[in-house]
């Protein structure tokens, strides 16, 4: 069923063109991500779908019962009603509907009501058409839906009756997330809903939108988030949009392959044009080829001349490097403990960094893994334990809040009065290479978007060539194709690296090692992001195991022991339907190639070849006997 079509739509800024001839469609069930860099559009389009937004032409066809849900980015829930309320706000109608069933209910135990017979049918009547109303739209289960969305947003250890008003930002976009998922629109449109989520809860909210009931529109820039959600990807991109089916992964590897696809056809036709215009050049002027040189030229005329294809748009371009070479050992953390104004956050801290090491802090939201950075780069004294840095060690850092900027320079200042030994030219060339270039360098900082103080940031961190970087979300703000820069910026770095992230694509890519902070030290894991997971889980199902053995779980670890078996298994269930798919297809290809050779036998050409006959006899019978064995193996699989 399309829920929404969207249709030659164009939009204007004043002058400037932002959108054009856009084409969109949301079905029922549809995953869809919006990509492309900053300032493409992305979140103007979702506005205008959303109808917070004009536009100058085109239409958006949608039925009139299809209920649409919007949330832009970093949009805090503010109210003065606490956490419990504001949710079940979004419930009121089935409130008032389980008022009225009570009071009916009543109605019936009233004796007078009871001995009137026909009153009684007609109430009852009435009750019974509420009730299946209300057990229809969720009537017994709201509650439940409330209690689930919280824990998902990690809010479990939360008093619900704790006043919104009274919560940080970051929780009151999670809450203003949770409300809009528990109204169930239609179409589900998210801008940036990863933002503020820890790694936990972001997977949790990939399975709630797996198994979403309606249509989800996102715009995002974590890369790991999108290949679990998404099924088709939008990109727009000067102006323009082009609809690619599969995931983010997916996505990258088609564009890639329709570029090449389109640049060989486009270099084909024109050396064709060359060849051509060569011909009637050399030909025209002959009285005894000028007819076969004007055939040409009319050939020519009306060849339909392709573009050459666009590539990329402008991408930022750096590297980092470093002076000297730090000694072996880069830091040793011994028993720390962090934490504001004598307030611990994490205690017991120990770890050893040496050269060359990659090492991803990872955590919940709250644990102090941002503190912890910090105080090893000396910007918060730690509240017991020590830190050593070993010989040689220059540190960069890279503040995710950007308190490094000055907000009253301009741009070129920030960087020319840290390196004043350096020409305007020399300077202008590094901001270029962050994509700051002309004008844009006179800007002030504090005129900048959150991107763009990203990348003036990183071009400071460039020009300061140490050997040990610290970076706290160096991918926050950053557009998809400038963290895959900053990506191959830091495989390439020749030095050792420190990382808090959220980005689990990102971690994939750079992280060695794994460090996890808890508030009573810090655990280490040898590998990627997704070794983290595997061994992790591995523990958990050690620890479950001892307890069952043991007798020493508790009725919420069993609960949780539970949950986590209905997601192996649904997990499982998944693998079994994939491989099932992945069979059928295989014993397709079989049957098909059969066929094809037991045609080709029948082709007197073929069976008078000997030779011929018997090698495809062979392959006929390599082939049954591989399509008997997938058989059985679909025979139990299906069972």
């Not at 402008?314 to 050992?329: H, V, Y």
Request: with cysteine; glycine share 6%.
């Amino acid at each position: 069923m399309i829920l929404l079509q969207v249709n030659q739509l164009t939009k204007y800024y004043g002058a400037d063109l932002i959108l054009s001839n856009i084409k969109l469609e949301v079905q029922n069930h549809d995953r869809i991500a919006l990509v492309g860099r900053n300032g493409a559009g992305k979140s103007t389009l979702l506005k205008i779908i959303a109808g917070h937004l004009s536009y100058d032409s085109g239409e958006i066809i949608k039925p009139k019962d299809v209920s649409i849900g919007y949330l832009a980015q970093n949009t805090g829930l503010e109210s003065e009603l606490s956490i419990w309320d504001e949710m079940m706000t979004v419930f009121e109608p089935l409130q008032k509907m389980e008022k009225e069933l009570r009071k009916l209910e009543e109605n019936m135990a009233d004796p007078a009501v009871f001995e009137n017979a026909s009153a009684y049918e007609r109430i009852l009547k009435e009750y019974d058409l509420l009730q299946v109303q209300f057990k229809e739209q969720g009537g017994y289960q709201y509650e439940a839906d409330i209690r689930s969305v919280l824990h998902g947003l990690n809010f479990h250890d939360y008093d619900y009756s704790t006043k919104i008003s009274s919560l940080s930002g970051g929780q009151k976009t999670r809450l203003a997330l949770g409300k809009l998922l528990l109204t169930k629109p239609d179409i589900l449109i998210l801008d940036e809903p990863t933002n503020h989520l820890d790694i936990e809860t972001l997977t949790w909210l990939e399975q709630y939108l797996q198994n979403y009931d309606g249509a989800v529109l996102i715009v995002s820039h974590d890369r790991y988030f999108l290949d679990k959600v998404v099924t088709q990807v939008y990109e727009i991109s000067r102006h323009q949009i082009q609809k690619y089916h599969g995931n983010y992964s997916s996505y990258l590897q088609q564009k890639a392959e329709n570029f090449e696809r389109e640049m060989k056809q486009y270099e084909k036709q024109q050396e064709e044009i060359a060849k051509l215009q060569e011909f009637i050049a050399r030909n025209l002027a002959r009285a005894s080829t000028t007819k076969r040189a004007q055939s040409r030229r009319k050939q020519l005329e009306k060849m339909e001349i392709m573009d050459r294809p666009l590539g990329d748009e402008k991408s930022a371009s750096f590297f980092f490097d470093i002076e000297r070479q730090s000694g072996n050992d880069v830091l040793k953390v011994h028993e720390l403990a962090v934490g504001y104004k004598g307030n611990k956050v994490s205690e017991n801290i120990s770890f050893r960094i040496t050269r060359g090491e990659s090492i991803a802090l990872v955590g919940p939201n709250g644990i102090g893994k941002s503190t912890l950075l910090k105080s090893i780069v000396k910007k918060l004294a730690a509240l017991s334990g020590e830190v050593h840095y070993g010989s040689n060690v220059t540190i960069g850092y890279y503040d995710q809040e950007q308190a490094e900027l000055t907000s009253n320079k301009r741009v070129l200042n920030e960087l020319w009065d840290e390196y004043p030994l350096k020409t305007e030219k020399e300077i202008r060339t590094v901001l270029g290479n962050f994509l700051f270039s002309g004008d844009d360098v006179l800007k002030p900082v504090s005129s900048l978007s959150g991107g763009e103080k990203a990348r003036l940031a990183l071009a400071k961190l460039m020009m300061q060539k140490a050997n040990f970087l610290v970076l706290d979300e160096p991918t926050n703000h950053l557009d998809l194709d400038s963290k895959e820069i900053l990506e191959n910026a830091l495989i390439d770095y020749p030095g050792t690296i420190l990382f808090v992230s959220h980005d689990r694509y990102f971690i994939n890519r750079i992280a060695t090692k794994v460090l996890e902070l808890s508030s009573n030290g810090a655990v280490e894991y040898l590998g990627d992001y997704d070794y983290f997971l595997e061994k992790k889980q591995e523990k958990e199902e050690i620890r479950a195991l001892e307890q069952q053995e043991t007798g020493t779980a508790d009725p919420i670890k069993k609960e949780k022991n539970t949950y986590q078996q209905d997601k192996e298994a649904k997990k499982l269930e998944r693998q079994r339907k994939r491989r099932i798919e992945e069979i059928e297809a295989m014993i397709e290809s079989l049957e098909e190639q059969i066929a094809k050779n037991d045609q080709l036998l029948c082709e007197p050409e073929i069976y008078e070849d000997h030779e011929k006959v018997m090698e495809i006899n062979l392959q006929n019978e390599k082939a049954k006997s591989e399509l008997e064995a997938l058989l059985e193996k679909w025979a139990e699989l299906a069972e």
